[in-house]
């Protein structure tokens, strides 16, 4: 088995425009395709960081002088970096989401294919499970997380549903949550609904919207001028996210004027969004919701 199918893998890495003798930053490591790839482009005197909370991870590690694998969650970016006395870097490469071998292990409960304990976390050091979220979130912060991350107009009812299934025994694993959820899983649209219930907890487990929010401001810290930043996201929250920040390097409202109307944005982005071909997303079908936006600091 793949560990990871590097999506766009060519497109990703052209992105960056490397320099032989860049520093880069990969915060996605995954099984390492996408970093092997910059690995190529880069000369002796290059140097590329990894990141990954995932402990399955370093299995996958370069073994290569010119690399270093920082085993943490890529929003510590600046404080690791700094660690190994980088301040500023060429280019930075983020995969979202999640990769395929913690969709393909059925323990990590990421998936909606097999039963498996409550779990969905990308690190084992994280407290937070989805054991947690089921069975002890109250019911206001149910409704948050199932209607803020998986854009479900049934969450008051889900929420509810969970609350009372729970009171009678807990809910511990996934095939649990599936039978306590069943009535809103008709056959036509079970699949869908489910991963968007999946990709809720999930979000919330991990952190990943406050993650992407403090990796993105510290992307535009500590890039060179002309650096680049290239992004896949696989769901509208995190590509609004994205789309947002690269747009005028906020993730609200408008940037100021100043008094002759004008603005400063910090990025200029660098052709349109891309997706996957036919041909990749019949290799990967993982890749079908693939969205890469690329962006030069100015």
Sequence with gaps: MEYHNPVLLQETVDGLNIKPDGIYVDVTFGGGGHSREIMSR??????????????????????????????????FIKRFLRFYGVKSVDGILADLGVSSHQFDVPERGFSTRFEADLDMRMSKKNNLDAYKVVNEYDEANLKRVFLDYGELKIAPALAKTIIEAREIKAIKTTDDLKQVLNRFLPEQFKNKVLAQIYQAIRIEVNQEMEVLKEFLEQSLEILKPEGRLSVISYHSLEDRLVKRFMKNGLFEGEPEHDFFGNFSVPFKLVGKMIVPNSEEIKRNNRARSAKLRIAEKK
């Design 42 to 75: 880069l000369g002796p005197n290059g140097k590329l960081f990894g990141f990954d909370q995932d402990e399955d991870t370093r299995a996958n590690i370069i073994d290569d002088e010119r690399f270093v694998l920082i085993p943490e969650n890529f929003r």
